[in-house]
């Protein structure tokens, strides 16, 4: 992660480096010379140094020995020198590697190097070094760019991209590496490893009932009382929302890991204090066990998943081990399967439609398309509710086809009864996009509906890519970036090779996660990593979307980081397609 943020912020620099050699070479030799003011002498010094006293970036002119010609005002807050101190002397006593070797010739191109401020403190610097020629004379020209905010910034979105930016403790992509070493090391020393799946109970209820401040609040304290459960050498790692996982390294016995499962759930047993009330949450817990259930990282974590979903069933506040006994569960994919099946020969599933608005105008620019099940006894209900347990079957890949045609064919609709032209955004699951065959269907849809692919955007999930092959993932990218479909990154927190395929799609928005943007007028470290984003996103030439805004203080703060558009509860419920269809036929704003 670091080495592509560190590519793509010097891109940054590039180009600012890039305009200030263009005007040294545009003054220097394409503007006729009759056209420059001269001063007494004739020449254009005074003229240039009118112009390079604006650069951004410093600059300093030595000769052939190395002595330094030039130093300009940038150059000199730089070094804490002023021209008339530096002018004759060396510049290698302010840069090091100017040279091939030592008393060697000046070495040309951009490279990163040491600068000697003059109070005796270093620093890194990105050089450009170019070759003129005065009088008949060789001059030597560099331009210089201090990388020290740029370091800074780029250590801040490693420790955000691996640590998590609320509790503290290592986010999904630190957990993928450090459970991978620890499987290493079990085979080494011949012993077990536990994976731990931990959700709390109830926990909407309390961001519901006291907020997402107190939830928040809630987060950190059970992720401190998980941590007090572990040895130095174990690993808590947070999921995402109230979703945690443990890593229990060189275990002799599986007894090890139930002993700790029962303090986490002994010390969830103590009330929780938020904002002056006590509350009560427990937990429910899913144990696997390596090698003796799987071999493979992400199999064993859906098999944490699974026995954590029949501690659930079992009444929560539990934990569960998971084994060849889980054919419960199995049964219940077995019967949702049937269920959505019938759901769909009856036309029970429904899709809503969210807005995405422009944050400066509130005018509708697309809508995501969200799958409901309208269910005869159970009213309406929402895809989080039943597609975890449908993802486990392989009805969810008839269900991913049959919203991307329904979304691509009602877009088509609009367009053909002479409503505003939007993009229509669907959401792929990671099950279908592991699965062969993705570009070819997206094609069949389109052409089927009769939709121009520039109105389809496609929200591949990242963060649950992890582990798939470099090759794979690459082509479907590549594939649908052929199709003219817009791909959307919905977590920046990904590692260097998708970002490098990222990078070569000329068509795609970046989206920031409700979990950031809900405190993000608030909290320094969400705000930071908004910043992050949106800052990595304009390197990439990319639109930025903020999702789950809710209010106005959001909105503001979203409009100042540099976000285009939003989306959110503040302008718009996801809605049915009649409520819709109103709202663009309307076209006003709704902000």
């Known amino acids: 992660m670091s080495i592509n943020i560190a590519v793509l912020i010097a891109a940054i620099v590039i180009a600012s480096m890039?305009?200030?050699?263009?005007?040294?070479?545009?003054?220097?030799?394409?503007?006729?010379?009759s056209l420059l003011p001269h001063d007494a002498s004739g020449t254009t010094d005074s003229y240039l140094k009118t112009v390079l006293a604006h650069v951004t970036d410093g600059l300093i002119a030595f000769d052939s020995q190395g002595a330094i010609k030039m130093f300009n005002p940038v150059a000199e807050r730089m070094f804490g020198y002023q021209e008339s101190e530096v002018r004759g002397k060396y510049a290698d006593m302010l840069l090091t590697d100017l040279r091939q070797s030592a008393g060697g010739p000046i070495e040309l191109g951009m490279?990163?190097?040491?600068?000697?401020?003059?109070?005796?403190?270093?620093?890194?610097?990105?050089?450009?070094?170019?070759?003129?020629?005065?009088?008949?004379?060789?001059?030597?020209?560099?331009?210089?760019?201090?990388?020290?905010?740029?370091?800074?910034?780029?250590?801040?979105?490693?420790?955000?991209?691996?640590?998590?930016?609320?509790?503290?403790?290592?986010?999904?992509?630190?957990?993928?590496?450090?459970?991978?070493?620890?499987?290493?090391?079990?085979?080494?020393?011949?012993?077990?490893?536990?994976?731990?799946?931990?959700d709390l109970d109830h926990f909407k209820n309390v961001n519901d009932s006291m907020g997402h401040h107190a939830g928040d609040e809630l987060l950190k304290v059970v992720a401190k009382r998980i941590t007090s459960c572990l040895r130095n050498v174990d690993t808590v790692s947070r999921m995402g929302?109230?979703?945690?996982?443990?890593?229990?390294?060189?275990?002799?016995?599986?007894?090890?890991?139930?002993?700790?499962?029962?303090?986490?759930?002994?010390?969830?047993?103590?009330?929780?204090?938020?904002?002056?009330?006590?509350?009560?949450?427990?937990?429910?817990?899913?144990?696997?066990?390596?090698?003796?259930?799987?071999?493979?990282?992400?199999?064993?974590?859906?098999?944490?998943?699974?026995?954590?979903?029949?501690?659930?069933?079992?009444?929560?506040?539990?934990?569960q081990l998971f084994g060849?006994?889980?054919?419960?569960?199995?049964?219940?994919?077995?019967?949702?399967?049937?269920?959505?099946?019938?759901?769909?020969?009856?036309?029970?599933?429904k899709l809503h439609y969210q807005p995405r608005v422009d944050a400066t105008s509130g005018m509708i620019m697309g809508v995501e398309a969200l799958l409901r099940w309208q269910h005869p006894e159970m009213g309406l209900i929402s895809a989080k509710d039943f597609m975890p347990l449908l993802e486990r079957s392989k009805l969810v890949y008839t269900v991913d086809e049959w919203v991307l045609h329904t979304a691509c064919l009602q877009n088509y609709h609009w367009q053909?009864?002479?409503?505003?032209?939007?993009?229509?955004?669907?959401?792929?699951?990671?099950?279908?996009?592991?699965?062969?065959?993705?570009?070819?269907?997206?094609?069949?849809?389109?052409?089927?509906?009769?939709?121009?692919?520039?109105?389809?955007?496609?929200?591949?999930?990242?963060?649950?890519?992890?582990?798939?092959?470099?090759?794979n993932y690459r082509a479907v990218l590549h594939k649908l970036s052929d199709l003219g479909v817009n791909v959307a990154l919905v977590d920046p927190a990904i590692g260097g090779s998708i970002l490098d395929s990222f990078q070569k799609l000329p068509q795609y928005v970046m989206k920031i996660d409700r979990s950031f943007v809900r405190d993000a007028a608030v909290d320094g470290d969400h705000a930071a990593i908004v910043q992050a984003v949106v800052k990595l996103a304009r390197t990439m030439k990319l639109k930025v979307v903020a999702e789950g805004v809710e209010t106005k203080e959001q909105l503001d703060a979203l409009r100042g980081y540099g976000c285009?558009?939003?989306?959110?509860?503040?302008?718009?419920?996801?809605?049915?397609?009649?409520?819709?269809?109103r709202m663009l036929r309307e076209g006003k704003s709704l902000v």
Not at 141 to 159: G, K, S, W
Not at 327 to 344: P, T
């Open 241 to 319: 929302g109230d979703e945690f996982t443990v890593i229990l390294e060189s275990i002799p016995h599986i007894d090890s890991a139930m002993i700790v499962a029962e303090k986490i759930l002994d010390v969830m047993q103590e009330p929780f204090h938020l904002d002056g009330h006590e509350v009560h949450v427990t937990a429910s817990i899913g144990i696997t066990f390596y090698p003796m259930d799987d071999k493979e990282l992400a199999s064993l974590v859906k098999h944490a998943d699974q026995a954590m979903y029949r501690a659930k069933q079992a009444g929560r506040n539990n934990y």
């Open 416 to 471: 053909k009864i002479g409503l505003a032209t939007v993009r229509v955004m669907v959401n792929i699951s990671p099950y279908r996009f592991r699965r062969k065959g993705l570009p070819e269907l997206v094609d069949k849809v389109l052409k089927e509906t009769g939709l121009q692919p520039e109105f389809l955007e496609l929200d591949v999930p990242t963060e649950n890519l992890v582990g798939i092959a470099h090759e």
């Open 111 to 198: 490279r990163e190097v040491v600068g000697t401020r003059k109070s005796g403190a270093t620093f890194q610097v990105d050089v450009s070094v170019s070759e003129s020629s005065h009088a008949n004379q060789p001059i030597y020209i560099v331009v210089l760019h201090d990388v020290t905010e740029r370091q800074q910034a780029e250590q801040r979105l490693a420790y955000l991209a691996h640590c998590d930016a609320l509790t503290g403790l290592p986010t999904r992509m630190l957990f993928h590496d450090r459970a991978t070493q620890a499987l290493a090391r079990a085979d080494r020393e011949e012993k077990l490893v536990a994976i731990m799946y931990l």
């Open 564 to 581: 285009d558009m939003v989306q959110g509860y503040l302008f718009s419920k996801p809605v049915s397609t009649e409520d819709i269809t």
């Open 18 to 33: 890039a305009t200030t050699l263009f005007l040294l070479w545009f003054f220097r030799t394409r503007l006729p010379h």
């Open 324 to 349: 060849a006994d889980m054919a419960e569960n199995a049964m219940a994919v077995k019967q949702m399967e049937e269920q959505i099946g019938s759901a769909l020969e009856r036309g029970e599933l």
